[in-house]
């Protein structure tokens, strides 16, 4: 489904260059739940970015099913809506609409109408158990139900990828543990593909596959994708 060679990346810090990624290679299928995994620095949220096509500046190549990313930002923005869905560590809702406003959200940015918007992501909403709280903002749900609605807003376009950096970072355990079981249900249901970063262990050894990332490079050889 995707495939990633020599992503290579460097950011410019005054004078100095650091490189976050050296040379990462891999690939994933379409469907599967991997964790990205490794120690606070290792590059993972810079690796997400640019597989998310949110960082265009990286040496190598991706594949996206069977087409070359483009580097030029512009002419990934529609690509991106269609294809892409994203969960943050801070749910990143927009605070003053509705549960089902924000998960009618990239529908509208595709053009759908208020009715398909509205039906879609009822439907999504449900999905993650949270019919009952569609017309409530982000402030009255508790930051588990807030994860779960930004898991409906990734998944309500049907993408074929969704990017998640640290998404159980700010929760309990126990809303951890069910925001992990979301993904990997709707992921496998729905078959679309998690990329999951954290440093968190319950969550990576209950997604299907991990990769580590130490220092910019893929780690444990055993984690690799036989390819
Ligand atoms: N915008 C930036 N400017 C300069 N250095 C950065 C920037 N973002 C990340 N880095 C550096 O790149 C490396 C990888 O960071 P990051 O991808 O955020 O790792 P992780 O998500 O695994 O904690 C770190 O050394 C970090 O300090
Ligand atoms: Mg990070």
Redesign the pocket.
Known sequence: MMKFDGISKQ?S?GQNQ?S?LDGVTGQIAQGELVALC??????????LNILGMLDTHYDGEIMFGSQLLSKNPKSLIQFRRQNLGFIFQRFNLIPVMSALENVSYPLMLNGLSTQEQQEQSLAMLDKVGLADWAHHRPDALSGGQQQRVAIARALVHKPSLVIADEPTASLDSASASQVIELMKTLGHELKTTFIV?THDSRMATRCDRTIE?ID?KISHSAYQWAS
Do not use: C, H, M, Q
């Open positions: 950011y810090l650091i976050a490794g120690p606070s620095g290792s590059g993972k949220s810079t690796l970063a990332l910019g």
